[in-house]
């Protein structure tokens, strides 16, 4: 049903809010991240000692890969919520609760690490143990963004309610699928975190199995990538299509896609365990065969949405076999963006099956390679559709038009190159051998010596990411220097389907086939590889506190 | 719009073959390599307590380095510790199959040595072995590769690959590293 105006009530101010606390943790966390590659480099840092180093990675994580996100997905929810489904938010008060929360949270975390006392990476692989303060902040954050999911999943349920037997828009289905995975994602890392860390912290327990600690947190660790990648996914689907100047190709492959995510994300991270003891062959495979599957959903989009952009291409023009890709509108932020979020997911997805790919992992696992893959998937793209998603959705929310898109266009060149120049090193050297992790290595080496030069390489990679995040944020400031047009509408967003569907049957507009389906992949993927820690007597490893006044 | 909602299917459902075709693909290669080939992870799992490790069993001191058994398998025992390697260099003979067995009495570490796929996590708990044939000779680098505290980036051991004429057990039937 198209309509030319959509409201914006509780949301603008709560996505408003969000996004600005998310994007300043990055703006923090990228200078961080610059300067630890500095600190890797042949070339000498100021600051660096293992204390400083080692707290600025937990830093740096943290407000990458739970601050940013969380922050992002949340008020990106609340902003679809409304505009989507046409009508306010259900209890924003609630909402607003949990962005409390989740502040409280992130700076609880961040204020023990800069005491150099949480010196544990954002992984914090137990038996080293932070102050209690790092686990309970990060509890926070994700107790939040709970809240968040119960919100979403209550929205989608009073329009159902309202509006019987029409399809659940794309946008918000995916938004609640996203919710749905998170729930079933964080369940193996808050159990750590309830049972084992947080014991260990509190003095309340010595020691631990560690083995069954590195399962659960495995739970959380691949699923966690979708919930981040998801709302580069909604844009792709649901925003890039009209942005191009056309329709989505299929709305049901949409469907299917978020579906396939929902399912195939959570059994799966053993493949992060892959050079780990305690798991089985059998168990690694079996989960390397899901893994693979979860290239599917992935590859689906691709078709898809290419399809839809062809679509597009002809529609203003474009002839011939690859004549339509002349004719998109480049110059359209979010279509530039999505251009460059694909190459970057093809590099990356090229990566990720490599380390995937079982035995093979032995070549790359804790190498930079594997620093790489992330940073393309997750920095490339993952952020760069945040940075599209904000430009697309801001007028909106300040209630004034971008000032310039020639900025906008040359931030995220400006991104996609930086991130081009730091992690193709990344890949060379891990291939070579460079280990992950460390605050300096030895360059009178001569094996390390001969990296010095890629490691440089990679360092002017990052320095152009942080002025491509610096740019970002003027431009969001900018806006502000614009008159304020109408508040709280925005125009036509969303994209119709080339054939929009009437109906659609009901495993496609809602979770609860497909959460029990989880459950039984769940169990089968996981029910042994857990329950074998709780068999026999397993060995406990004393707990080691990072926290000790020295 | 011109095309049809079964066309649109139609291609769909094409495409969903190729990829599901090279997922196939994928897998299949990777079966052939871990039955054909035997390229596995490491994945004994093998129990042993870290509390006690050093004071009893193979991972006492006197055990660890590389020995040859008597029926000539070469096996290295190392010991990861905050922040350290026991010993931090060991000798191996290039060409020939050896067994590195790896077990930490504190936190998690991990291994690798440079230029090859010898790669481990070594966690509290259990032991971690990998097989391999060293091919070129020379002094690798087998730095610890997993965040142990905050001594982890001074971490390192050397293993030192040497023709198999040079490597010469003793009477007990232990290469070390300073008995050259």
Same mark, same amino acid.
């Given at each position: 049903m198209p309509r030319a105006r959509w409201?914006?009530?509780?949301?603008?101010?709560?996505?408003?809010?969000?996004?600005?606390?998310?994007?300043?943790?990055?703006?923090?966390?990228?200078?961080?991240?610059?300067?630890?590659?500095?600190?890797?480099?042949?070339?000498?840092?100021?600051f660096v000692t293992s204390s400083t180093y080692f707290s600025s990675v937990t830093a740096h994580g943290t407000a990458m890969a739970y601050v940013l996100p969380v922050f992002l997905i949340m008020g990106f929810g609340y902003f679809v919520a409304e505009t989507s489904l046409g009508r306010p938010l259900p209890a924003p008060r609630w909402a607003w609760s949990a962005f409390a929360l989740g502040v409280a949270g992130a700076l609880m975390a961040t204020l023990t690490i800069f005491s150099g006392r949480a010196a544990v990476l954002f992984t914090f692989y137990p038996p080293l143990t932070a102050s209690v303060f790092f686990y309970v902040g990060l509890v926070l954050v994700v107790a939040a963004s709970w809240?968040?999911?119960?919100?979403?999943?209550?929205?989608?349920?009073?329009?159902?309610?309202?509006?019987?037997?029409?399809?659940?828009?794309?946008?918000?289905?995916?938004?609640?699928?996203?919710?749905?995975?998170?729930?079933?994602?964080?369940?193996?890392?808050?159990?750590?975190?309830?049972?084992?860390?947080?014991?260990?912290?509190?003095?309340?327990?010595?020691?631990?199995?560690?083995?069954?600690?590195?399962?659960?947190?495995?739970?959380?660790?691949?699923?966690?990538?979708?919930?981040?990648?998801?709302?580069?996914?909604i844009a792709f689907y649901t925003m890039l299509p009209r942005a191009a100047g056309g329709r989505l190709y299929s709305d049901t492959m949409g469907r299917l896609t978020f579906i396939l995510f929902l399912i195939y994300s959570l059994p799966v991270g053993l493949h992060h365990l892959l050079m780990d003891p305690e798991q089985s062959n059998a168990f690694k495979f079996l989960q390397v065969a899901l893994t693979a599957l979860v290239s599917v959903p992935t590859l689906l989009t691709v078709f898809t949405i290419g399809a839809s952009l062809e679509i597009a291409g002809r529609l203003r023009g474009g002839r011939g076999l690859f004549g339509w890709i002349r004719a998109l509108p480049w110059e359209r932020p979010l279509v530039l963006a999505t251009g460059l979020a694909f190459v970057m997911l093809g590099f990356g997805g090229f990566g990720g099956l490599i380390n995937m790919s079982y035995g093979m992992n032995a070549m790359v696992h804790n190498t930079s390679w594997v620093t790489a893959h992330f940073h393309l998937i997750?920095?490339?793209?993952?952020?760069?559709?945040?940075?599209?998603?904000?430009?697309?959705?801001?007028?909106?929310?300040?209630?004034?038009?971008?000032?310039?898109?020639?900025?906008?266009?040359?931030?995220?060149?400006?991104?996609?190159?930086?991130?081009?120049?730091?992690?193709?090193?990344?890949?060379?050297?891990?291939?070579?051998?460079?280990?992950?992790?460390v605050a300096t290595f030895n360059y009178a080496d001569p094996t390390i010596a001969a990296w010095g030069p890629w490691v440089v390489v990679s360092l002017v990679g990052g320095v152009i990411l942080l002025a491509s995040g610096v740019l970002f944020l003027l431009n969001l400031l900018q806006f502000n220097?614009?008159?304020?047009?109408?508040?709280?509408?925005?125009?036509?967003?969303?994209?119709?389907?080339?054939?929009?569907?009437?109906?659609?049957?009901?495993?496609?507009?809602?979770?609860?086939?497909?959460?029990?389906?989880?459950?039984v992949l769940m169990i089968l993927a996981y029910g042994y590889p857990i329950a074998q820690f709780f068999v026999g007597n397993p060995p406990q490893a004393l707990v080691h506190r990072v926290d000790e006044r020295r | 719009m011109a095309i049809s909602e079964e066309a649109i299917v139609r291609s769909e459902l094409r495409w969903a073959a190729i990829a599901i075709g090279v997922v196939s693909v994928i897998m299949? $290669?990777?079966?052939?390599?871990?039955?054909?080939?035997? =390229?596995?992870? /490491?994945? !004994?799992?093998?129990?042993?307590?870290?509390?006690?490790?050093?004071?009893?069993?193979?991972?006492?001191?006197?055990?660890?380095?590389?020995?040859?058994?008597?029926?000539?398998?070469?096996t290295s025992r190392i010991? $990861?510790?905050?922040?350290?390697?026991?010993?931090?260099? =060991?000798?191996? /003979?290039? !060409?020939?199959?050896?067994?590195?067995?790896?077990?930490?009495?504190d936190v998690i570490h991990g291994i690798l040595v440079s230029g090859t796929n010898v790669n481990t996590m070594i966690v509290p708990g259990y032991v971690s072995q990998v097989h391999t044939e060293f091919t070129r000779t020379g002094e690798l680098l087998m730095p610890c590769h997993e965040y142990c505290g905050l001594g982890h980036s001074e971490m390192s051991a050397v293993v030192r690959i040497v023709p198999s004429e040079e490597f010469k057990p003793d009477a007990e039937g232990k290469v070390a590293c300073d008995a050259r």
């Open positions: 409201p914006v009530t509780h949301a603008r101010n709560l996505t408003f809010a969000h996004l600005w606390f998310g994007f300043i943790a990055f703006g923090a966390a990228l200078v961080l991240g610059v300067w630890q590659m500095w600190s890797r480099s042949p070339l000498p840092a100021p809240i968040w999911c119960v919100l979403m999943m209550v929205a989608m349920a009073q329009w159902k309610q309202a509006n019987p037997g029409r399809p659940v828009p794309l946008a918000m289905f995916a938004t609640v699928a996203n919710a749905v995975m998170w729930l079933w994602t964080t369940v193996g890392v808050a159990a750590e975190l309830v049972f084992q860390v947080i014991p260990a912290a509190l003095g309340l327990k010595a020691q631990l199995d560690v083995g069954l600690s590195r399962t659960l947190f495995s739970w959380t660790l691949h699923a966690i990538v979708y919930f981040w990648l998801i709302p580069s996914y997750f920095g490339g793209t993952v952020v760069i559709m945040y940075f599209a998603i904000a430009y697309a959705i801001w007028p909106a929310v300040s209630g004034r038009a971008a000032p310039s898109l020639k900025a906008q266009r040359v931030q995220l060149w400006l991104w996609f190159a930086g991130m081009m120049v730091m992690t193709l090193p990344w890949h060379y050297l891990g291939l070579l051998g460079q280990w992950r992790r220097v614009q008159r304020e047009m109408h508040a709280g509408v925005v125009g036509e967003l969303y994209a119709m389907a080339v054939h929009p569907p009437a109906r659609v049957p009901a495993a496609l507009n809602g979770f609860r086939l497909w959460n029990t389906l989880v459950l | 299949l $290669a990777l079966i052939y390599a871990g039955l054909v080939h035997h =390229i596995n992870p /490491p994945s !004994n799992i093998e129990r042993i307590d870290p509390k006690t490790l050093h004071l009893g069993g193979e991972f006492t001191e006197a055990n660890l380095g590389t020995r040859v058994s008597a029926d000539g398998q070469v010991v $990861a510790t905050q922040f350290t390697f026991q010993p931090r260099c =060991i000798v191996l /003979p290039a !060409n020939r199959r050896v067994t590195l067995r790896f077990a930490t009495p």
